[in-house]
């Protein structure tokens, strides 16, 4: 036989004769072989799931004191999710290592909806039954240990879900030829097209691998979205509010030319402190901010806290682009330098760690600022680009329309 391009055999061409599918062999060995390994398979999914959330146990020594060291490395999830997940892999290593289609198109939807159901669905229960982050007393936080066990919980589906990535992947990527490093290890008689040699079957397990990554991923990228959200409604968002009314507490918005000329000083003379103009609003955010956000940070998953800070970034945006619009009529020309200055400070302080993609909730916030701030004559020439054929803010990238630009213009008083 010829060698593929990819160093397989090709038997894509190969086909069972049909006197072997409609032979009494072949019944005996479905009724026989085939039909008890489904049903044995599928009891122990269920039974090793059960066992598995029966002897659970949760790391220890996570606290959301950031004086207090973590005892462990992350990710910091249960026991269970080790106990299921190496099960998983060696059924759909064992039921691949059968060559035979039949086995594996019953035993990947079996590992699928247990999965989906028992896997998940436990969690899910534990999330909202046991471990729900609701404070006892209104105004109150929810107490720590419920929160750090929401947080591991969370942790357990997004781990996985890499888990199921990585089993799904090692196979679908020697399929295609585009394995990593590490699965270039995998020796030939391994291989998908080595186990199943006949025309389409390959191809066939592979579509029922995807199957089941995207079922798994699609369910529990739902329940880690709730999950988040409630992390932000109950845990985050009541202390948030609070926090950007402190930052601003004492700024003045009316600073006249001399108080301005002073704060102008203190920039150039503080070399060490490029923020000192903003130094009181930024420095009262940031230390209000690293409070909140660290402590969860440091137990949560890098991907579960990019989505925790993707919709704070988001709720704390509109907040911001509220009080920036309070101050319609009550600003002058120097405060509304101090404010835009005030903002970027803030905007930093959060995207800080590489987090630069967050910065765009922000983009109304910091254009309404920039109008604000723009000389008469720059001005001017942004209104008359959106009198021109081609509307050239688009190149500016305004996210702002035409009636909230003038409106942000006619923020400062007494303008010139």
């Known amino acids: 036989m010829q060698e593929s391009v990819h160093g397989t055999t090709e038997h894509e061409a190969l086909k069972v004769p049909t006197f072997i599918t409609s032979s009494g062999l072949n019944r005996k060995i479905a009724d026989r072989l085939t039909t008890p390994i489904n049903i044995m398979t599928t009891?122990?999914?269920?039974?090793?799931?059960?066992?598995?959330?029966?002897?659970?146990?949760?790391?220890?020594?996570?606290?959301?004191?950031?004086?207090?060291?973590?005892?462990?490395?992350?990710?910091?999830?249960?026991?269970?999710?080790?106990?299921?997940?190496?099960?998983?892999?060696?059924?759909?290593?064992?039921?691949?290592?059968?060559?035979?289609?039949?086995?594996?198109?019953?035993?990947?939807?079996?590992?699928?909806?247990?999965?989906?159901?028992?896997?998940i669905g436990m969690i899910q229960r534990k999330m909202r039954d046991e471990n729900y982050p609701k404070a006892a007393v209104q105004g109150a936080l929810p107490p720590e240990n419920v929160i750090i066990a929401f947080l591991v919980l969370t942790n357990d589906l997004d781990?996985?879900?890499?888990?199921?990535?990585?089993?799904?992947?090692?196979?679908?990527?020697?399929?295609?030829?585009?394995?990593?490093?590490?699965?270039?290890?995998?020796?030939?008689?391994?291989?998908?097209?080595?186990?199943?040699?006949?025309?389409?079957?390959?191809?066939?397990?592979?579509?029922?691998?995807?199957?089941?990554?995207?079922?798994?991923?699609?369910?529990?990228?739902?329940?880690?979205?709730?999950?988040?959200?409630?992390?932000?409604?109950?845990?985050?968002?009541?202390?948030?509010?609070?926090?950007?009314?402190?930052?601003?507490?004492?700024?003045?918005?009316?600073?006249?030319?001399?108080?301005?000329?002073?704060?102008?000083?203190?920039?150039?003379?503080?070399?060490?402190?490029?923020?000192?103009?903003?130094?009181?609003?930024?420095?009262?955010?940031?230390?209000?901010?690293?409070?909140?956000?660290?402590?969860?940070?440091?137990?949560?998953?890098?991907?579960?806290n990019e989505r925790l800070l993707k919709v704070v970034m988001s709720y704390l945006a509109d907040v911001l682009e509220k009080r920036i619009w309070s101050y319609y009529g009550r600003i002058n020309d120097y405060g509304a330098i101090r404010l835009e200055r005030d903002i970027a400070g803030l905007v930093n302080v959060v995207v800080r760690g590489n987090r630069y993609g967050l910065r765009d909730a922000f983009a109304r916030c910091t254009q309404i600022c920039l109008i604000m701030n723009m000389e008469k004559d720059e001005w001017t020439e942004t209104q008359a680009s959106t009198t021109t054929a081609v509307d050239a803010t688009q190149d500016v990238g305004w996210i702002l329309d035409s009636d909230e630009r003038l409106r942000a213009r006619a923020m400062v008083q007494n303008r010139k």
């Not at 029966?54 to 992350?74: A, F, I, M, R, T």
């Not at 249960?78 to 290593?93: G, L």
């Not at 990228?221 to 009314?245: C, Q």
């Open 159 to 304: 781990v996985g879900c890499d888990y199921v990535r990585r089993i799904v992947q090692s196979w679908v990527e020697e399929f295609y030829g585009t394995e990593s490093t590490e699965n270039k290890a995998r020796v030939p008689s391994k291989s998908l097209r080595s186990l199943f040699p006949f025309e389409g079957e390959a191809l066939y397990v592979v579509n029922m691998l995807k199957s089941l990554q995207q079922s798994f991923e699609a369910k529990a990228s739902e329940l880690i979205g709730d999950g988040i959200y409630v992390l932000f409604k109950n845990v985050l968002k009541p202390r948030l509010r609070p926090l950007l009314s402190d930052a601003f507490r004492d700024i003045d918005n009316q600073m006249n030319e001399d108080s301005h000329a002073e704060a102008e000083t203190l920039v150039e003379d503080d070399e060490e402190s490029e923020h000192a103009a903003n130094e009181r609003a930024q420095h009262h955010f940031q230390r209000g901010w690293d409070a909140l956000t660290k402590p969860i940070a440091r137990i949560l998953t890098s991907g579960n």
């Open 43 to 119: 009891f122990l999914l269920r039974r090793s799931v059960e066992r598995a959330f029966q002897l659970d146990e949760h790391p220890s020594g996570l606290s959301l004191n950031p004086s207090k060291p973590l005892h462990s490395n992350g990710p910091y999830i249960s026991s269970a999710v080790d106990d299921v997940m190496y099960i998983v892999n060696q059924v759909v290593e064992r039921s691949l290592a059968t060559s035979q289609r039949s086995v594996v198109s019953n035993v990947l939807p079996s590992v699928t909806r247990v999965l989906d159901s028992d896997f």
